[in-house]
């Protein structure tokens, strides 16, 4: 690597070159503490500074972010906001290191263009740390005290000048001119680094590989301790370089038509992270959280990007009026573990989506028909405006789509029509929150925003040649009902079939008038349930939940798969009994639900354990993931 | 859809928080043009009777005249919003719930005529009757109001998120009043909402927005105790200002020790 020696005199002249391209932004004081701020001259910099309140993130992955805005329900045009070129003087190895982490979540797959646009309008200079600041652990991952990725130059403090690397062509202009460093000076830089890192007291002991270890250790007694002090403040978070949760929401002006979409980080370590429609809660109990967060930190993000998750920047200790400590708490874990056992990490099944198209833009659909099944769910027939996007859309049985109502935000919601539909397709959806309420209120010929499909469906491959047995509940009947068609389409490519649906009442049951055209389906089965009767209602089927039509099942346990979805509890319970009956876990497959925000494995919303159902799923194999930390039901 | 009507009420309160809403004047107009201000005895001479399709109810329910009242209000809207802390959770009023005196003992200690003084324990509106949305702080918080008209106009859940203090004070970049300066901040424990006001311009959070959701007082009351060494009146005060009604700041006053 190039290195350059700079005389202290002469950071004002490498200041003044920045001042010309860029904005330039680096560390000043807060009283006794230090911010990222705009600096106008080099004499505001405090480039002894240990660590600054929020981390550098702010500037690429913003606090507020406005994507879109909009005037009508599906009419948006894409934020863009003025491109300037900002340099970043003075960033630590840690920060250095936690950007590259988020370029990962926000560039690797569905590129996200808030992100993309301010990130290469962003020259980095970093700076080498020459003593740890108090709540660092760094070393534990070699993300500090030294760095050698990641920046456009990088500057170690000497004590009479600087000694600066080289790491881009922009950064190489930036020091023209100057003289190259000897030998002497490159040996210094290396003493003073590895000087800071002896000076490093706090470690976490990474020998033995993290991920494992965290698994083996998921009900050590240390997690009740530190949730039974933890405040759920999500101080840890919002100062952690690494987080990038996020939530999604249309603010509107008084007009309550023209607005904004705008994204607010978010904290895992809220009650609210995971809630959806009619106040659900999916992680509501503190310790989840907790371990959500660190394992987050230590191990999933890992699994999810490939990258760390933890740069140790002492962050969220330093924020934390509990003390609460990774060092500390991996100390503990570390000194009395859990006894040992076999563990396998979930493995994301590996699919990029690269587009230069806006992923968060919504194409424009039309309602073309609307067909009542309950008497809070409707079926909508879509069909998307522009002719090239209509013949180019395709999907798969159960994935999603996110159907956006400008000004009241986005929900995601399965696909209720067949993959072999071409032209339009269909959205089975029960009115319960914001979106789904305002969709109810729409007509035929109104025009909403779609975009999708997203994530992974049925096994439809899989399933050749086997026997079907497909477990519904409630509304869970709306992404399997492809499947069911498919099979109609293409019975001889599929063995037995047997459909298991159980509703509430016979009120709640989906699909009704085309149940005898799958009843005429050739080795079809077809057992309806329901929890209770009406007085006065007529029933001729099963009373009683899904899971008492069990004793009906005729097909064979070798040769079948077992698709299902409805309420988490009654796949939970469906599982189960199936297990309990000798079924195997590879056999089974699950949809899941969980607040999805975006869609793209981004906003974190959806987040079980290190899965995110969006993009995993929200179709898995039971298999794959029931042996998760914390479990999955 | 012809402008929906309502009406501000006020129970026991100092006022506060229905002068913040005329506070909104840079867009008064703009509200001006979307609602219809019914009833609002503070703000304009002829006011008229229900019904109303909103009725914001400021203040605590003290008397039961209060009470008639408030069950009359509930009866005229058709939502009913909680304005303030007082009408959310008691508020300062409530102080006098845990004060171990009778009602007699206290109105004899506020009023020298008693003859038509009648005073029952504090609570908040919905210890009464159904209400449908909260708007927190002492006094609440303009942004969040207009939020609420805007969400009621268009119909839709404003999904409020009651999480702590503490993440918008950190957004804001300041210094923390707890940990660096050893002040007893009730920012971790407090609900947000209020962009940290008063831990922005150097004041510790007084909890004055009630609980967070997941609100861990009782952890927080022993860092009082234990950290910054409090006394447990002065930590029982603390969670008894504004919110002591509340189940959450309860455990932080200890009354489940």
Known sequence: MEKIILNKNDLNTLFARLKDEYEVYGPVAKKDQYVFSMVENVE???????????????????????????????????ERSPLVKRALFGVHPCDVHATLSLDKVFLETYPDPYYKDLRKQTLIVALNCKKPCRNGFCASFNTGPGIDIG??????????????????????????????????????????????????TRWIDTEEDLGEFLHQNFEHKVWRDVSKECLACGGCTTVCPTCYCFAVKDVVDLTIKDGKRMRFWDSCMFYEFSRVAL???????????????????????QQQFNVLGCVGCGRCVTACVKNIDPVMIMARIQADPCEEKEISLYKPPHKKIES?????????????DIKKQTCDVNTYTFEYLDEKIKAGYTYLNGTYNLISLFGTGESAISISSWEEMKGTFEHTVRAVGNVTKALAELKV?????????YGHGWPMEKMKGRNILLIAGGIGLAPLRGVVESVKNHREEYGKFEILYGARTPGGLLFTDEYEKWRQIPDTNLYLTVDEVPQGMEWNENVGVVTTLFDRISCSRENTVVITCGPDIMMKFAVLGLMKQGWSPEQIYVSLERRMGCGMKKCGNCQMGPVFVCQDGPVFQYAEIMNLPGGVF | ??????????????????????????????????IDITYFVMAKRSNYH???????VEGAVTSPRELEELKNIRRECNLVVAMGTCACFGGIPSIKNFTGMTQR??????????????????????????VDHYLRGCPIDLEEFLTLVKSLLKGVNPHFRFHSVCNECKLNENICLLVNRGKACMGSVTASGCNALCPSLGRECEGCRGPASDCNAESLAKTFSKELGLDKADIVRKFRKYAGNTSEFSKGAGDNE
């Open chain 1, 445 to 453: 010929g109104d025009v909403v925003g779609i975009r999708g499909p």
């Open chain 2, 1 to 34: 859809m012809s402008k929906p009507k309502l009406a501000f009420f006020k129970l026991s309160s100092c006022a506060g928080c229905q002068l913040s809403v005329l506070n909104i004047e840079p867009v008064l107009l703009d509200v001006l043009g979307a």
């Open chain 2, 50 to 56: 229900g019904p109303y399709d909103i009725g914001f």
């Open chain 1, 279 to 301: 106040d659900h809660v999916f992680m509501p109990e503190r310790e989840a959280r907790v371990k959500q967060r660190l394992y987050h930190k230590l191990a999933y993000y």
């Open chain 1, 151 to 200: 920046f456009d130059l990088c500057m170690t403090d000497l004590g009479d000048r600087y000694m600066i690397s080289v790491g881009s062509e922009k950064g190489r202009d930036l020091v023209s001119g100057f003289l190259p460093a000897g030998e002497e000076e490159i040996r210094r830089e290396k003493d003073i680094i590895d000087d800071c890192r002896d000076m490093v």
């Open chain 1, 44 to 78: 505001e910099l405090k480039l002894d500074y240990d660590t600054t309140i929020l981390p550098p993130k702010k500037y690429f992955h913003s606090p507020v972010q406005s994507m879109i805005q909009f005037s009508e329900i599906s009419e948006g045009d894409q």
């Open chain 2, 105 to 130: 003992q206290m109105e004899e200690k506020v009023y020298s005529e008693l003859w038509d003084i009648k005073s029952i324990p504090v609570q908040g509106i919905d210890y009464y009757i159904p």
């Open chain 1, 356 to 368: 230069d198209e806006n992923p968060w833009m919504p194409y424009k659909a039309v309602i073309k």
